[in-house]
């Protein structure tokens, strides 16, 4: 027998086994005499117009689910599906439209039953109707993420002449100040991600959509750090300047969660939420333009890298309005949280080898560990302004 074959042979073994489990082995007495297992995600509520309202429901269940009666506000109301049977297959999304005379401001609960009696529920907390992408709202949207991301991280750069200035203990402090504000981010990045795959649908494994997320992030930019022999070198300006960019990419990632909680707030009618959200994290991510410019303290970068910077960090804020405003996908948004977690904690390593390298100085001086507890304070601090 030729070697791939023998390959080939233990899956070809494992697929009969499983094949003769589902057909004829003891499952087949359990669903017989048990209802399947079955679960509805319900991601998202649209109100377009007056007298509707849309759900947007995945099957993360290991069976078709039938949607039997649609509740609102302890009331049985009529509904129609996307498609002419109400049967969702494992794994499908659907469009319930529900023509209900929702009322302006105030809370709605709906309510799914399926044919097995198991029930689904959400709750719209204020209801209002959910904006549309128009080139108004956009615009809005858009401001709202410059106001909120992009102009405070421009102006968090505008540290850097100050920091050429300092001696290289003090460049140090600062060093270990960003590793502080990465150290309070990749947190809080990590606690996003893990609030949103409570969210994902059970098939889609949120958890595991977690893993997977910091484990592409920390492991390409690793590939793509140790492959370039400029950027491996943390004591060139090249190998600095790499790792600037990567600050502003993991803090981009940050910011697109944030733009995700601005812009859902105001779709939901929660205006004050959203107001005090964007004075929170304009003030938050002040800090932010600092920690890109640290590394770079010593060097001369041209402008249009710090504009990069300024922008690979900023402007994500504004593509997180535009999904938290208009669609929201529980998938992809854990993904991009757990992507930046891992591109935060990869940059750590990164900046934690550069105060490291610092000639005839211990890591553990009063001035980095300083840094360090300073940066932790600092977001915490701005952190409470932010309201959620």
């Given at each position: 027998?030729?070697?791939?074959?023998?390959?080939?042979?233990?899956?070809?073994?494992?697929?009969?086994?499983?094949?003769?489990?589902?057909?004829?082995?003891?499952?087949?007495?359990?669903?017989?005499?048990?209802?399947?297992?079955?679960?509805?995600?319900?991601?998202?509520?649209?109100?377009?117009?007056?007298?509707?309202?849309?759900?947007?429901?995945?099957?993360?269940?290991?069976?078709?689910?039938?949607?039997?009666?649609?509740?609102?506000?302890?009331?049985?109301?009529?509904?129609?599906?996307?498609?002419?049977?109400?049967?969702?297959?494992?794994?499908?999304?659907?469009?319930?439209?529900?023509?209900?005379?929702?009322?302006?401001?105030?809370?709605?609960?709906?309510?799914?039953?399926?044919?097995?009696?198991?029930?689904?529920?959400?709750?719209?907390?204020?209801?209002?109707?959910?904006?549309?992408?128009?080139?108004?709202?956009?615009?809005?949207?858009?401001?709202?993420?410059?106001?909120?991301?992009?102009?405070?991280?421009?102006?968090?750069?505008?540290?850097?002449?100050?920091?050429?200035?300092?001696?290289?203990?003090?460049?140090?402090?600062?060093?270990?100040?960003?590793?502080?504000?990465?150290?309070?981010?990749?947190?809080?990045?990590?606690?996003?991600?893990?609030?949103?795959?409570?969210?994902?649908?059970?098939?889609?494994?949120?958890?595991?959509?977690?893993?997977?997320?910091?484990?592409?992030?920390?492991?390409g930019l690793s590939f793509l750090s140790n492959n370039?022999?400029?950027?491996?070198?943390?004591?060139?300006?090249?190998?600095?300047?790499?790792?600037?960019?990567?600050?502003?990419?993991?803090?981009?990632?940050?910011?697109?969660?944030?733009?995700?909680?601005?812009?859902?707030?105001?779709?939901?009618?929660?205006?004050?939420?959203?107001?005090?959200?964007?004075?929170?994290?304009?003030?938050?991510?002040?800090?932010?333009?600092?920690?890109?410019?640290?590394?770079?303290?010593?060097?001369?970068?041209?402008?249009?890298?710090?504009?990069?910077?300024?922008?690979?960090?900023?402007?994500?804020?504004?593509?997180?309005?535009?999904?938290?405003?208009f669609t929201y996908g529980p998938i992809w948004i854990?993904?991009?949280?757990?992507?930046?977690?891992?591109?935060?904690?990869?940059?750590?390593?990164?900046?934690?080898?550069?105060?490291?390298?610092?000639?005839?100085?211990?890591?553990?001086?009063?001035?980095?560990?300083?840094?360090?507890?300073?940066?932790l304070a600092i977001m915490y601090v701005t952190g409470?302004?932010?309201?959620?």
């Amino acid at each position: 027998m030729k070697a791939w074959m023998w390959g080939i042979l233990p899956l070809g073994l494992m697929a009969l086994l499983l094949f003769i489990f589902f057909s004829f082995g003891p499952l087949g007495v359990f669903q017989t005499n048990f209802p399947p297992v079955e679960e509805l995600t319900i991601e998202r509520a649209i109100l377009p117009r007056a007298n509707e309202i849309i759900l947007h429901v995945t099957n993360g269940g290991p069976a078709p689910v039938t949607v039997a009666q649609v509740i609102v506000d302890d009331a049985l109301w009529q509904f129609s599906m996307n498609k002419s049977e109400t049967t969702i297959s494992r794994l499908g999304t659907r469009r319930i439209v529900i023509p209900y005379p929702w009322v302006e401001g105030e809370s709605h609960e709906i309510t799914l039953l399926t044919a097995t009696g198991l029930t689904f529920s959400h709750e719209i907390a204020v209801a209002t109707t959910s904006p549309k992408p128009d080139w108004a709202t956009l615009s809005t949207f858009t401001l709202l993420g410059v106001y909120a991301g992009v102009i405070p991280v421009l102006l968090g750069l505008l540290f850097y002449p100050f920091l050429r200035t300092l001696e290289k203990k003090w460049v140090n402090f600062f060093l270990c100040l960003t590793l502080g504000l990465l150290a309070f981010l990749m947190i809080d990045t990590l606690e996003e991600a893990f609030k949103t795959a409570s969210k994902v649908a059970g098939a889609y494994q949120g958890l595991s959509l977690v893993s997977f997320g910091i484990a592409i992030s920390w492991l390409g930019l690793s590939f793509l750090s140790n492959n370039n022999p400029t950027r491996c070198d943390k004591t060139t300006a090249s190998g600095r300047s790499w790792i600037a960019f990567v600050i502003a990419l993991g803090i981009g990632l940050h910011n697109l969660g944030e733009g995700l909680a601005i812009g859902s707030a105001y779709a939901i009618g929660e205006i004050s939420l959203g107001a005090f959200l964007v004075v929170g994290f304009t003030l938050h991510n002040l800090t932010e333009g600092l920690g890109i410019v640290a590394p770079i303290a010593q060097d001369r970068p041209p402008l249009k890298h710090l504009v990069l910077y300024g922008a690979i960090a900023g402007v994500p804020t504004i593509l997180g309005t535009w999904i938290g405003g208009f669609t929201y996908g529980p998938i992809w948004i854990t993904l991009f949280f757990a992507l930046g977690a891992g591109a935060i904690a990869q940059v750590l390593y990164e900046v934690s080898r550069v105060v490291s390298s610092s000639e005839g100085e211990s890591w553990a001086t009063r001035h980095n560990i300083g840094g360090f507890l300073s940066g932790l304070a600092i977001m915490y601090v701005t952190g409470i302004l932010v309201v959620t």
